[in-house]
């Protein structure tokens, strides 16, 4: 395009000018069939219909959107009478499932998703661009390294970290333990507590229905975080701790979400941790990803604990 501004920097606004191209087409399409969907409940709708009645953070998951976004859609395809929440048998979560207008106004949408993938697989055929593949590519690179890592790497020289979070391995227990103790000495001191569940991850964490995850660069585990089973639907964010010299490299973060990952796909109730108030930067931390300080349920199993939190999802 001779009179193109934005190139690479401008990616979002390239992206937003191709789904207002493929919109007004299918938008115009859905109008004269008389079919009142807009383009962007595409996404919901499609997966209630293909994978059967779904929680909203199963169709967050699918889509790779928020709770929040997932929910608005929802409350605008429930209005149009196109889908409904019903009670699941554990009475925790609703599902959304299609209504029998949603079912009808599906068949009748099918024969017009099975054209547009086809033009869409044209459209590319004819630009000899893998753009699934590209997409894709893009997205597990930011994910490597988030926007905001990859921004301050060329504004301010911070090098991007580079870690993945990995499931618990045996080689890294006594990581689990180091990773943490220097924390709990530096700030308290080690209860029993503590080194029964440091020195012993796998009957006590692990063969109770709980999880370990842990930040790896260049083969080392440079920090770590568990997600305790305390009891059905009730889990604890705890013993996360990162190698002082990573601690400015979004490892944290990354491994409370792993964790707030793990709590969603298992459709857990509830989701605490407890820490102390002098702990200023990891109160802030949890803060971020949408933990609020909540009064005690019951008395703390540990001294040093005076602070709890409990994570909520978006609205």
Same mark, same amino acid.
């Given at each position: 395009m001779d009179n193109e501004l934005y190139f690479e920097m401008g990616l979002g606004t390239r992206m937003r000018r191709l789904i207002e191209t493929i919109s007004t087409g299918m938008e115009r399409v859905y109008d004269e069939a008389g079919v009142d969907v807009r383009t962007g409940h595409f996404y919901a709708l499609y997966a209630v219909a293909e994978r059967g009645p779904l929680t909203i953070n199963a169709i967050a998951n699918l889509a790779g959107f928020s709770h929040s976004a997932v929910s608005q859609t929802i409350k605008k395809?429930?209005?149009g009478g196109l889908v409904e929440a019903q009670a699941t048998n554990d009475g925790r979560q609703k599902q959304i499932a299609l209504t029998n207008h949603g079912s009808h106004m599906v068949d009748r949408m099918r024969p017009m998703w099975t054209a547009a993938d086809g033009m869409i697989k044209d459209a590319c055929a004819e630009s000899s661009v893998d753009i699934i593949g590209a997409i894709t590519g893009v997205e597990a690179a930011l994910k490597r390294c988030s926007v905001y890592d990859r921004l301050?790497?060329? *504004?301010?020289?911070?090098?991007?970290?580079?870690?993945? =979070?990995?499931? @618990? @391995?045996?080689?890294?227990?006594q990581a689990f333990y180091d990773l943490n103790i220097w924390w709990m000495r530096d700030y308290f001191e080690v209860e029993p507590i503590d080194e029964v569940m440091l020195s012993d991850p796998e009957n006590q964490i692990l063969a109770k229905g709980g999880e370990i995850f842990f930040a790896i660069a260049e083969n080392q585990a440079v920090g770590t975080v568990a997600m305790k089973r305390e009891r059905a639907g009730v889990f604890e964010l705890t013993k996360l701790g990162v190698d002082p010299s990573a601690q400015k490299g979004g490892m944290g973060a990354a491994l409370c979400e792993? =964790? +707030?990952?793990?709590?969603?796909?298992?459709?857990?109730?509830? *989701?605490? *941790?407890?820490?102390?108030? =002098?702990?200023?930067?990891? +109160?802030?931390? @949890?803060?971020?990803?949408?933990f609020v300080e909540k009064p005690f349920p019951e008395e703390s199993p540990y001294e040093r604990s005076n602070y709890y939190m409990e994570w909520q999802a978006p609205k």
């Open positions: 395809l429930v209005a301050q790497e060329k *504004l301010v020289g911070s090098p991007c970290p580079s870690f993945t =979070v990995e499931e @618990y @391995y045996d080689r890294w227990r792993r =964790v +707030i990952e793990r709590f969603i796909a298992r459709g857990g109730d509830t *989701l605490f *941790l407890e820490t102390n108030t =002098v702990l200023e930067p990891a +109160i802030k931390l @949890y803060q971020k990803l949408g």
